[in-house]
């Protein structure tokens, strides 16, 4: 981090963080295969100081207010490293196959911070909570990278917004998930129904080869 808040990303090789950290290249190696790996090992530290620090405070909150103080409490955590992330965001966004590597980890990440905030992720609207999440993260930072006010009042007010947002996007997901309930239902009953038709064709298929067989040995 100390680095990246330097030098940009791209330019920053494994013998430099080696020698920032004090490490030999070998030791390092046993810790950390890559820089994207040294990043993943950031997020979790992040994640475990704000998962420590959830407490029950909140707990009869509405949901908005619990992921709220979570956001916040994460961009506490993250502002020692602020003008580091900002350098690592702006090189990963120029490189697809990076996008794809930090979504995923933003993905595991996304996970655990609505567990702390007590917002479940399992069903049908869990991959829609843990995706909007991500991108309404990304776009908080985006305006965190930009807010220098000691209260962060940008911030949450962007943050406030992305909430707002998010919850008129899941309730749409919901109505419309209940609405196709019965075309799903349908669906469903289509295919269970060729596979036993087929389970069905097959047994007959069996059961003609073997009267077959049995056929041909009677007859000889």
Do not use: C
Request: aromatic share 6%; net charge negative; no cysteine.
């Amino acid at each position: 981090m100390r680095l990246a808040s330097d030098r940009p990303w791209g330019d920053i090789e494994l013998t430099d963080v080696a020698h920032e950290a004090g490490l030999s290249l070998s030791e390092m190696r046993d810790l950390f295969p890559s820089k994207g790996a040294m990043l993943e090992g950031f997020t979790r530290m992040i994640d475990k100081i704000v998962i420590e620090g959830t407490s029950d405070d909140l707990v009869g909150e509405p949901a908005r207010e619990r992921v709220f103080d979570v956001v916040m409490r994460r961009l506490d955590a993250m502002a020692p490293y602020k003008a580091a992330l900002r350098r690592i965001t702006w090189a990963m966004r120029s490189d697809v196959t990076s996008l794809g590597a930090l979504n995923r980890m933003a993905l595991n990440s996304a996970r655990y911070m609505l567990a702390a905030a007590g917002v479940p992720t399992e069903g049908p609207l869990g991959a829609i909570k843990l995706q909007g999440f991500v991108l309404a993260q990304a776009n908080i930072m985006q305006t965190w990278f930009e807010d220098d006010d000691p209260t962060l009042a940008k911030t949450m007010a962007k943050l406030d917004r992305e909430l707002g947002r998010g919850e008129r996007i899941l309730e749409r997901a919901d109505d419309f998930r209940r609405l196709t309930a019965p075309l799903r239902a349908f669906g469903q009953a289509l295919m269970d129904g060729r596979d036993r038709m087929r389970r069905r064709r097959t047994e007959r298929a069996e059961e003609d080869e073997t009267d077959k067989r049995g056929d041909e040995v009677g007859a000889a």
